[in-house]
């Protein structure tokens, strides 16, 4: 059973350009969230999808950032004109329900870096 | 909304020594406390959970302990190796599915 798959793993880009990143969960698994982690710090929530719907976005910055989960592939996060202070490790987790008291596994992660 | 804190932010232990990371969370509506190991430059790994039913659950040479009257949980390890060196994150879900995460404790173990 494959895990939770991220690509691509390193991703880097300029100032101004867009960055696209790719989660595809478990299988079975129906609810994505995914998290920015800043060396040496801890991973902060930035978004929560199931299939075709944004259930929890409390944690996305207001502009330049969007995701979806389409009904089929994987999910995105889309980072638009993307700035130094974008540049971090971010990670999705995906679980097989949403309730409050399931683990939520990681993926390897995408280290973004902007030029 | 929740506020989970965690210390040690960087512990070092001898080898076979233990080692406890301790968190409080803010939000009594929490009602499950995983924890996370993270090597450097890979993914969090789930190591242990509790839900807020039980006080204490044990897996070899790990356990937690959760007081939910004054909101903290523990993390233990005992007779620690090598390979438990690591970064841990506590984190409390309450019933909108978030996770909220700890700051992360830096654990070496020194052979």
């Known amino acids: 059973n494959a895990g939770v798959m991220q690509n691509p793993r390193h991703l880097v880009r300029r100032r101004g350009q867009e960055a696209r990143l790719r989660c595809s969960p478990m299988?079975?698994?129906?609810?994505v969230y995914w998290y920015r982690q800043l060396p040496e710090e801890g991973l902060k929530f930035m978004v929560y999808l199931q299939k075709e719907n944004i259930i929890d976005e409390s944690g996305m910055p207001k502009e330049r950032f969007s995701a979806e989960f389409p009904k089929e592939g994987p999910s995105i996060l889309r980072i638009q004109q993307v700035v130094r202070g974008d540049s971090a490790a971010y990670f999705c987790?995906?679980?097989?329900?949403?309730?409050?008291?399931?683990?939520?596994?990681f993926g390897d992660g995408t280290r973004l870096s902007i030029l | 909304g929740e506020n989970v804190e965690q210390h040690p932010s960087t512990l070092s232990v001898q080898e076979g020594d233990s080692a406890v990371i301790k968190c409080t969370y803010s939000d009594s509506a929490s009602n499950y406390f995983p924890w996370y190991k993270q090597e450097l430059g890979k993914r969090p790994q789930l190591i242990i959970d509790?839900?807020?039913?039980?006080g204490e659950k044990k897996d070899q040479r790990i356990a937690v302990t959760l007081n939910k009257t004054a909101k903290h949980f523990s993390l233990h390890i005992t007779e620690t190796q090598p390979e438990d060196s690591a970064v841990y994150f506590c984190a409390a879900s309450e019933a909108g599915n978030q996770f909220y995460f700890g700051t992360g404790t830096s654990l070496t173990v020194i052979p």
């Open positions: 509790i839900r807020s039913n039980v």
């Open positions: 299988k079975g698994h129906s609810h």
């Open positions: 987790a995906s679980s097989p329900q949403g309730a409050s008291n399931q683990p939520q596994h």
